[in-house]
């Protein structure tokens, strides 16, 4: 489902602020897999995310989604493979618009906008219908601004929009790091839900190694700008914190101590 | 202060405001729609009213001249997007740029710096001559504009334009093509320009090369007038573009009234400023003093 060939991704190549991100970073996804992402700040995680959505290009490598390289493709031409739910909620939603014309702007993603109105009554019944399964009362709030919302709102409304066109592939770039632990776990339960119920691919970087190890079906550990552990099947079915910590110090030949996954 | 002359001037005010109002709705596209802050208002608005008038001259159809003010506008607008979007030139300067050069384009329309037009030779859509033809006809531009875009606004296109002036990244992420999306809203907001540049040339009986001097300041500042003074009453995206066209008509009374008091027209283009500035400092200044009530709220509890 999703192949990363090699990739390399250097920031302000030359200068003193010269950061190498991505260090022939490797990975293979299969259809369906759930893959969480742990690892240090710096580790290349979000770049490994912001390198499959083309929000630039990377110096070298491939990046392949259900057999289409992509590689080469702008950001918007990508979108129609990907669904993301971005760690700001802000990010993932148009403040000023209204909700339903946000849901209306995801459910065109991969489609030629043109001179057609641009909501229908119908998809305003579809998006009622969905809204309601958040539980989270706005089915009633339709023409509400979503800049009104909160972040927890925000968010659970992005990951539907994120999923209003089966993407092939799923990212999650901590999208509960931003929320309180309750609504975290709310977000959370919602993403595992929607995941489930769609066969979904998806990738979810989390800084919460408890998360990391009861979500999905695959973990893998980045660090220093490639993968440095992963864990799948009945091996990440069986595996606990201390394991993980034990496995990290192996695997970096170092503690893994300078992070907030420690602390939760 | 001379009432009778005041309330004389006042007409002459409305028809000025109506007819600088769709400039005005021009700049909300890109100031307030797109996020952009578009300099090619100064240029553009000339190229409308230079090509208008030369067509004109030449005996074309006055309507026929508008709609090649209006696509003038647009190809001023494009410009300044290819700029932006394609050599990455940031948005103040793009406009800048095109501005700049549009002063050798307009005086290569007009061959020169000023081309009269008399409306006792030519069959002129509106002149000062007669204010309330021009007040209505220019109202009912207005009132056609605002009801095309709203339409425009509120369709996939027009929404992912809105979409990209609001939040660029979640546009892109759902797929959006955020450049296109930018050069098409530059290229309506000059085209309303171009259209109000051959408007105004008539109104006033000549196209000059200096008429658009300034003009982004006065479409700004109706623009924040409208949002300021009617933005609690107007929410409707049609209803924003009426504050915006009272906000154009609001300045013109106010200019009407500086004049009365004694200015010079050429102390007009400070009070311009003065007053930009005024209603840009009201919403900063409030802000301010709702963060620092916030604050005192917390330390208090």
Known sequence: MLELKEIYKTFNPNSPSEKKALKGLNLTLEQGDFVTIIGGNGAGKSTMLNAISGVWPVDSGQIVIDGVDVTKLPEHKRAIYLGRVFQDPMTGTAADMEIEENLALAYRRGQTRGLRWGITAKERGEYKTLLKTLDLGLESRLRAKVGLLSGGQRQALTLLMATLKK??????????????????AKVLALSDRIIEEHGLTALMVTHNMKDAIAHGNRLIMMGDGHIVLDIKGEEKKKLTVEDLLQKFSVASGSEFVNDRALLS | MNVTALMKAVPGSVAQGLIWGLLAIGVYITYKVLDYADLTVDGSLCTGGAVAVMLMLSGYNPYV?????????????????????????????????????????????????????????????????????????????????????????????????????????????????????????????????????????????????????????????????????????????????????????????????????????TDLKLVSALIVAAFLAVPYIKGQHRINGKKGGKANA
């Open chain 2, 65 to 265: 001249a508008l709609i090649c003010a209006g696509i003038a506008g647009m190809l001023a607008g494009l410009v300044t997007g290819i700029f932006h979007v394609a050599f990455g030139i940031p948005a103040i300067l793009s406009g800048i740029l095109t501005q700049l050069g549009l002063y050798s384009v307009n005086m290569r329309i007009m061959g020169k710096s000023n081309q009269a037009i008399s409306v006792d030779k030519y069959n002129l859509i509106l002149s000062l001559r007669d204010v309330p033809k021009a007040i209505l006809v220019s109202g009912i531009f207005c009132a056609v504009m605002i009801t095309i875009l709203y339409w425009f606004f509120g369709t996939e296109l027009g929404r992912s334009i809105r979409a990209t002036g609001n939040n660029e990244n979640m546009s892109r992420a759902q797929g959006i093509n955020t450049k296109t999306t930018k050069v098409i809203g530059l290229m309506i907001s000059n085209g309303m320009v171009g259209v109000a540049g051959a408007l105004y040339a008539q109104y006033q009986g000549n196209a000059d090369v200096n008429m658009g001097r300034g003009a982004i300041v006065i479409g700004l500042a109706a623009v924040i007038i409208g949002g300021v003074l009617f933005g609690k009453i107007f929410r409707n995206f049609a209803m924003r573009l009426v504050g915006v066209i009272f906000g154009a008509i609001l300045y013109f009374v106010v200019i009407a009234i500086v004049l009365q008091l004694g200015l010079e027209t």
């Open chain 1, 167 to 184: 993407p092939k592939l799923l990212l999650l770039d901590e999208h509960t790091a931003a929320l309180d632990p309750k609504t975290a």
